[in-house]
């Protein structure tokens, strides 16, 4: 019973994890796509 919930609890945490860095390298993307678009309407 206690092995099952430590997995829950871990499988929780790497989630987590992998839900903030896809979350961070779409931001970056999207940083990225924006600058290239003032660039863009700069030039």
């Known amino acids: 019973m206690s092995l099952q919930k430590q997995n829950a609890r871990s499988v929780g945490q790497n989630g987590t994890a992998l839900t903030v860095h896809v979350l961070n390298?779409?931001?970056?993307?999207l940083l990225c796509v924006c600058a290239g678009v003032l660039c863009v309407i700069r030039e």
């Open 25 to 29: 390298k779409g931001i970056k993307k």
